[in-house]
């Protein structure tokens, strides 16, 4: 019994270390497109698959050159996908050979308007993070705040990534305004949304890879893992 509580106590702590704790946590390569700990249940959408090697398999995001939807979407709307407070949300990933000519790669989205003057409470809730791709080729990491009554865009700064290398992309927000996107570890720019405060719960499900309903902007390439993090708040 001692030594239960012993294990359970090393468990505890190594979850909550410095404050933060893991919400979700996909590992595509396990070959599976459910979370880590199998909560979070998902479904594929249109062609997008899981592909590689044993051991070193990735989501591999659907090509199509239709409006269709592609990615994964999960079985229901979960509220946990939604921090209460500061959090971070990090996405390895890689680029193929561009196969399609929208702007927007979407990575992560629960909230699936990109207007801000919409007039649909229920789109401007939750969260949207991607990629915003320029006429030059670079790319610009971009997130979208969903507050209830607003909808706060924020952006990174322009860079360069390889087709077919490997990168980490990261959005950190303190829960009050303050904003930080990371590529591979290092800081790429701090920003601050213009309401603040706790995000509204989305209203729709997560879907990865792509954007929830018309507009499609798929992801272009593979995602190999995705962790969403809630961080201590900035007053402890």
């Known amino acids: 019994m001692k030594k239960q509580f012993i294990i359970t106590?090393?468990?505890?702590?190594?979850?909550t270390l410095f404050g933060q704790e893991v919400i979700a946590h996909w590992d595509f390569s396990k070959g599976k497109i459910d979370s880590a700990d199998g909560k979070f249940k998902m479904n594929f959408r249109g062609n997008t698959k899981i592909a590689g090697p044993e051991g070193k398999q990735y989501l591999d995001v659907g090509i199509t050159s239709k409006e269709t939807p592609e990615g994964i979407i999960s079985q229901k709307n979960y509220p946990e996908l939604t921090p209460d407070g500061?959090?971070?949300?990090?996405?390895?990933?890689?680029?193929?050979?561009?196969?399609?000519?929208?702007?927007?790669l979407i990575l992560w989205d629960t909230h699936y308007s990109m207007n801000?003057?919409?007039?649909?409470?229920?789109?401007?809730?939750?969260?949207?993070?991607?990629?915003?791709?320029?006429?030059?080729?670079?790319?610009?990491?971009?997130?979208?705040f969903g507050f209830g009554?607003?909808?706060?865009?924020?952006?990174?700064?322009?860079?360069?990534?390889?087709?077919?290398?490997?990168?980490?992309?990261?959005v950190e927000y303190d829960?009050?305004?303050?904003?930080?996107?990371?590529?591979?570890?290092?800081?790429?720019?701090?920003?601050?949304?213009?309401?603040?405060?706790?995000?509204?719960?989305?209203?729709?499900?997560?879907?990865?890879?792509?954007?929830?309903?018309?507009?499609?902007?798929?992801?272009?390439?593979?995602?190999?893992?995705?962790?969403?993090?809630?961080?201590?708040?900035?007053?402890?």
């Open 9 to 15: 106590g090393i468990l505890l702590f190594s979850i």
């Open 86 to 104: 500061a959090f971070r949300l990090e996405i390895k990933a890689r680029l193929r050979e561009q196969t399609g000519t929208k702007p927007y």
């Open 116 to 144: 801000p003057k919409s007039s649909d409470p229920k789109r401007k809730k939750g969260l949207i993070f991607y990629l915003v791709r320029s006429k030059d080729g670079k790319l610009r990491p971009a997130a979208a």
């Open 149 to 170: 009554d607003s909808l706060d865009f924020v952006y990174g700064n322009p860079v360069e990534l390889e087709e077919d290398k490997d990168f980490t992309l990261a």
């Open 175 to 236: 829960g009050v305004k303050k904003v930080s996107f990371f590529l591979d570890g290092k800081l790429n720019r701090a920003t601050a949304v213009k309401k603040g405060g706790p995000l509204a719960k989305a209203a729709y499900p997560l879907i990865i890879g792509d954007r929830y309903r018309s507009g499609f902007n798929r992801f272009d390439g593979q995602i190999l893992e995705v962790k969403l993090t809630a961080l201590p708040s900035p007053e402890k």
